[in-house]
């Protein structure tokens, strides 16, 4: 199973029941039939950018998403992208991207939920994201966005 595609179940999953914790997350996602390690839903988890709010009864807690295009998500992906990125440069149809140390998680997040044109998606490792574009001649169009973030 693709990681977005795992992504979308999660998300699905959160909006429709109240999930409090990964393993119980975990557990949802095995009854759908998608079997996934702790360490691969902690890092799907950090990507979505899922928070915890009060579920309202009993001091329980529950996973919501942030919302696309909200002033709130908008201002803080630009946050993190203008604090944590170092450079920009091209490679061949790639875009390397780096950052701080242990900001390129968070930075390709917020990277992928900007959704400039031309972005296929990131990789990140700890202070450097890959970012594929589509069509090599829209690598200066994306740098220079990423530039103006």
Known sequence: MKKTDRQKKIIEI???RPIETQEELQVTLL???I???QA????????LGLKKTSAGTGGRQRYITREKGNGESASY???VLRTGIISIEEAENLIVVKTVSGAAMAA??????????????????DDTIFVAVKKKSEIPTI???????
């Open 14 to 16: 959160i909006n429709e």
């Open 31 to 33: 009854e759908s039939g």
């Open 35 to 37: 079997v996934t390690t």
């Open 40 to 47: 691969t839903l902690s890092r799907d988890i950090r990507e």
């Open 77 to 79: 992906y630009r946050e």
């Open 108 to 125: 390709a997040a917020a990277i992928d939920n900007m959704s400039i044109e031309g972005i296929v998606g990131c990789i990140a490792g």
């Open 143 to 149: 740098m220079n966005e990423l530039s103006k973030l």
